[in-house]
């Protein structure tokens, strides 16, 4: 499972040359370029090298990125990259934590293998192929070609399920109407290819006559900054015009910086306040949403801290490789960015994500919080 947080701004396509089957070094000078004028930091750096002593360009990366702050620019290959960035995915579907030594299950993607075989949130991963459960283990699985004995802890009771890897395609939105007015959103991805998803899942919205939303981004690590900005825009109405959020490059590339705006589209709500349920993998796009939207109307947070990435980058792409270097912070309509930290639940709103029930489910602790706030005005 690639785990990486990404903000994609546009994408770049230069092709290097060199013949086939010879080893490809053209990105070493030309990933020194990138860090020498793109990269956001590149004041910073250390560009007194050698740049024949680099024998891939993850290692080149991981040297010149500046340390104290950068914790996200990344090399990988254009075919990674591209499934990166669809809703196709490979593998078993499922992401998991290690809890207390306890591979355990945090969510299952719809529409995945995983899925399919009934693997559910909460469950404790025992054993894979009679060998006890690892991060390592889950990872070399995933390169087999036949199902996959998963024996694991649920309920109480173990039970043995298969599961086969494979390419599979994946919805990144779910959607509840509770007590008639309040409407529970999931969103696991800003994804270009979640369009008309979301369109969907805001026409109900919409047609019910919602005036309470709940919006679950605890495990959306972000994307792309364009579909940012139309969530945005479904989820407040008369901004026309007004700023939702900035890129600021560094200073000698202020010319691309830019500026995104609110505008309404005929499903979007007209909300007073949107309650946001976050943790520490809500990131990126995520933060950019929750940030752009203070400004101007009432903004509940619940659950943990958010990840803390208020920067971005364009994917940059030769031959072989896609670069994904920082380019760029992402403010707010009043400058706010600085949230390395990453941004606070509302006070008295720290609530621990809960494993023992399925996400949208009205008894799972964050989604309780959500609407005993509504109820109450504050959290228990």
């Given at each position: 499972?690639i785990?990486?947080?990404l903000?994609?701004?546009?994408?770049?396509?230069?092709?290097g040359?060199?013949?086939?089957?010879?080893?490809?070094?053209?990105?070493?000078?030309?990933?020194?370029?990138?860090?020498?004028?793109?990269?956001?930091?590149?004041?910073d750096?250390?560009?007194?090298i050698?740049?024949?002593?680099?024998?891939?360009?993850?290692?080149?990366?991981?040297?010149?990125?500046?340390e104290?702050i950068?914790?996200?620019?990344?090399?990988?290959?254009?075919e990674?990259?591209?499934?990166?960035?669809?809703?196709?995915g490979?593998?078993?579907?499922?992401?998991?934590?290690?809890?207390?030594?306890?591979?355990?299950?945090?969510?299952?993607?719809?529409?995945?293998?995983?899925?399919?075989?009934?693997?559910?949130?909460?469950?404790?991963?025992?054993?894979?192929?009679?060998?006890?459960?690892?991060?390592d283990?889950?990872?070399?699985?995933?390169?087999?070609?036949?199902?996959?004995?998963?024996?694991?802890?649920?309920?109480?009771?173990?039970?043995?399920?298969?599961?086969?890897?494979?390419?599979?395609?994946?919805r990144?939105?779910?959607?509840?109407?509770i007590?008639?007015?309040?409407?529970?959103?999931?969103?696991?991805?800003?994804?270009?290819?979640?369009?008309?998803?979301?369109?969907?899942?805001?026409?109900?919205l919409?047609?019910?006559?919602?005036?309470?939303l709940?919006?679950?981004?605890?495990?959306?690590?972000?994307?792309?900054l364009?579909?940012?900005?139309?969530?945005?825009?479904?989820?407040?109405?008369?901004?026309?015009?007004?700023?939702?959020?900035?890129l600021?490059?560094?200073?000698?590339?202020?010319?691309?910086?830019?500026?995104?705006?609110f505008?309404?589209?005929?499903?979007?709500?007209?909300?007073?306040?949107?309650?946001?349920?976050?943790?520490?993998?809500?990131?990126s796009?995520?933060?950019?949403?929750i940030?752009?939207?203070?400004?101007?109307?009432?903004?509940?947070?619940i659950?943990?801290?958010?990840?803390?990435k208020?920067?971005?980058?364009?994917?940059?792409?030769?031959?072989?490789?896609?670069?994904?270097?920082?380019?760029?912070?992402?403010?707010?309509?009043?400058?706010?960015?600085?949230?390395?930290?990453?941004?606070?639940?509302?006070?008295?709103?720290e609530?621990?994500?809960?494993?023992?029930?399925?996400?949208?489910?009205?008894?799972?602790?964050?989604?309780?919080?959500?609407?005993y706030?509504?109820?109450?005005?504050?959290?228990r």
């Amino acid at each position: 499972m690639i785990r990486a947080t990404l903000t994609i701004f546009m994408a770049i396509y230069i092709y290097g040359c060199g013949g086939d089957g010879e080893p490809y070094y053209g990105y070493r000078i030309y990933l020194y370029n990138l860090f020498k004028t793109t990269y956001l930091w590149s004041d910073d750096v250390d560009l007194d090298i050698d740049v024949s002593d680099f024998n891939s360009p993850s290692e080149m990366v991981k040297y010149l990125k500046y340390e104290p702050i950068d914790r996200w620019s990344f090399v990988m290959t254009r075919e990674e990259s591209r499934e990166l960035l669809t809703q196709n995915g490979a593998g078993f579907g499922f992401a998991y934590s290690n809890l207390d030594g306890n591979l355990t299950v945090l969510y299952v993607r719809d529409g995945s293998p995983a899925d399919s075989a009934n693997l559910k949130r909460g469950d404790i991963v025992l054993e894979i192929d009679g060998d006890r459960a690892t991060e390592d283990s889950i990872r070399y699985s995933i390169g087999v070609n036949r199902e996959v004995e998963f024996k694991i802890w649920r309920g109480g009771y173990i039970s043995t399920i298969y599961i086969e890897p494979r390419d599979y395609n994946f919805r990144v939105t779910d959607i509840k109407i509770i007590d008639g007015h309040i409407g529970y959103f999931r969103l696991d991805s800003f994804n270009v290819d979640a369009l008309d998803e979301i369109e969907e899942c805001f026409n109900l919205l919409k047609s019910r006559g919602v005036d309470e939303l709940i919006v679950d981004l605890r495990y959306n690590g972000g994307g792309s900054l364009v579909m940012a900005s139309i969530i945005m825009d479904k989820l407040t109405t008369g901004l026309d015009g007004e700023v939702q959020f900035k890129l600021r490059w560094n200073r000698r590339y202020r010319a691309r910086d830019y500026t995104y705006r609110f505008e309404e589209d005929s499903n979007s709500l007209n909300l007073n306040r949107v309650i946001f349920l976050t943790g520490r993998n809500s990131a990126s796009a995520s933060e950019a949403v929750i940030n752009g939207l203070k400004p101007y109307m009432e903004v509940i947070t619940i659950g943990d801290r958010t990840y803390g990435k208020p920067v971005g980058m364009e994917g940059v792409e030769d031959r072989e490789y896609v670069y994904y270097l920082v380019n760029f912070k992402i403010e707010n309509s009043l400058g706010i960015s600085d949230y390395f930290d990453g941004l606070d639940v509302t006070a008295g709103c720290e609530t621990e994500d809960d494993l023992k029930h399925p996400l949208g489910d009205v008894k799972e602790a964050l989604l309780s919080q959500a609407l005993y706030f509504i109820k109450r005005g504050e959290c228990r």
